[in-house]
């Protein structure tokens, strides 16, 4: 502040923000052709902690195999243990909602995050999957920095990779027709 209440001086400079309290909103969706009632039954059989850890793990090995090749940096060995739980389905005439969290206990990179799974009618013969939801920075990391807007693409790409590997399989269940007579 300047010798004048209420003028701030412009020479002073904000301090940044730092990980652990820094978040960034998370959101994407897939499309599958199945009704919204043949998803809702597939989604009793996937939606286990332990398999979508799998799907997490899964997604960020893929994607930081990518992000190292194209860096020519390693950042991380071998699979990350991913803790996922599951809040209580919500529904609606129209679609069927799934909070979900999940985090990583050992590895600060693996984004944690707090969000819902909504898999939304998208006319009769047609489902909408859409995660809706929040993730941290990692640890140290400042907002706006490079190392900030990775932590956020990281996510952004785990996530779509995630919302494949689920859609993918509940299209396999449909194909082996374990959720419903069609």
Known sequence: MSGNVGVEDESAETPPRTGNGGSHFVHDFAGIDLPL???VRAIGLIATP?????FVAHAWNDEVRVLEAVQHAQRHVGDPRIDVAFGARRSRQDAMILPITWRSTADPWVPPLDADLEF?????ARTHVHLYGCSELPPGSITGSQAA??????????VRHVLN????RILELADDRT????
């Not at 590997?165 to 993918?168: D, P, S, Y």
């Open 149 to 158: 807007s990775l932590a956020q693409r990281l996510t952004v790409a785990i």
């Open 179 to 182: 959720i419903g007579n069609w």
């Open 50 to 54: 332990r398999l979508v850890a799998d």
């Open 120 to 124: 939304a009618a998208f006319g009769p």
């Open 165 to 168: 590997l689920m859609t993918g």
């Open 37 to 39: 009632e043949h998803v």
